[in-house]
Each structure stands twice: as structure tokens, then as C-alpha cells.
């Protein structure tokens, strides 16, 4: 048997609802059955959404020309582009 975890989920009660009503129909024990067998099927497509928004925007920021990383806020290129905005900041100041 897999080791489980106790996940404490907050759910509308229409949610529950049908699941309970599907697992009368379906003879399960209990919504939470299906719960975890809907949640377990669905998760690789949720991934696989996820990553192709992702390449989507990325792909959006390419053609805006915008690279990721400024436009996330992370890595040496937006190190790069708040120390030339910092040094033009000290520019404007000293004339």
C-alpha cells in the first residue's frame, strides 16, 4: 500500500455534492474516491496546460522583445538592467 497524506481541502458544498452523488451511481465508497482518482488522472493535463502557457508567453515576450529573465525580474539580466537604471538615476542627479 502507497504511503498517503491527509490533505485538508475547503470545497463548495455543489462540489461535494456530486461527487457523493457519482459514487452512489459509480457503487465507489465515497466521493473522496473519485476525488483522488479525478485528481490523479487530471493532474498530467494540468501540467501539461501549464507548461504550454508558459512557452506561450514566452514565446509572446520573444516577439515583444522582452527577454524572460527581465521581464520575470530575476537573473544576471535584470541584475544588469536596474544597475544601468541606478547609474542613469545618479547621472540625471549629478547635473
Not at 7 to 20: F, G, N
Not at 33 to 46: H, P, Q, R, S, T
Amino acid at each position: 500500500m502507497a504511503d498517503k497524506s491527509h490533505w485538508k481541502l475547503y470545497l463548495d458544498s455543489e462540489i461535494v455534492s456530486r461527487y457523493e452523488a457519482a459514487a452512489k451511481q459509480f457503487g465507489k465508497r465515497s466521493g473522496n474516491e473519485i476525488a483522488v482518482e479525478v485528481l490523479d488522472k487530471y493532474l498530467d493535463f494540468w501540467i501539461e496546460g501549464e507548461i504550454a502557457k508558459a512557452q506561450v508567453f514566452e514565446q509572446q515576450r520573444e516577439q515583444l522583445g522582452v527577454s524572460g529573465a527581465y521581464s520575470r525580474g530575476r537573473g544576471e539580466e535584470a541584475q544588469k538592467a536596474q544597475a544601468d537604471a541606478l547609474s542613469r538615476e545618479k547621472k540625471k542627479k549629478n547635473r
